[in-house]
């Protein structure tokens, strides 16, 4: 069974950085693609990177791109956000998440179910 787990975040003033996490079990990283998304207050969730499966090319949605950095280690089974020169806007639930797919994940069409998330606020 697949499962995954974020932590990492936080309250960060504006310019500042975060490294999120999501440790995974039951999943194989040359198999998944694995993808970052985010759920701020009142929009719905959106996706913010993923990679696809074996650390083959990162996508990133717009707003984040050369301010985030998706990377893993293969050996913790886990996968990070590295987020810098945080904004605003950039406040919002953060959730991970892999599938086989990587079109599936990047428009979140796959068939997982979601995780609690952690909670990244940004001040001004």
């Known amino acids: 069974q697949v499962q995954l787990v974020e932590s990492g975040g936080g309250l960060v003033h504006a310019g500042g950085s975060l490294r999120l996490s999501c440790a995974t079990s039951?999943?194989?990283?040359?198999?998944?693609?694995l993808g970052w998304f985010r759920q701020a207050p009142g929009k719905e969730r959106e996706f913010v990177a993923v990679?696809?499966?074996?650390?083959?090319?990162?996508l990133y949605a717009d707003s984040v791109k050369g301010r985030f950095t998706l990377s893993r280690d293969t050996a913790k089974n886990t996968f990070y956000l590295q987020m810098d020169n945080l904004k605003p806007e950039d406040t919002a639930v953060y959730y991970c998440?892999?599938?086989?797919?990587?079109?599936?994940?990047?428009?979140?069409?796959?068939?997982?179910?979601w995780g609690q998330g952690t909670l990244v606020t940004v001040s001004s």
């Open positions: 998440n892999a599938d086989r797919n990587f079109g599936a994940l990047t428009t979140m069409t796959f068939q997982g179910s």
């Open positions: 990679v696809k499966r074996n650390g083959g090319s990162t």
């Open positions: 039951g999943l194989s990283f040359s198999t998944y693609a």
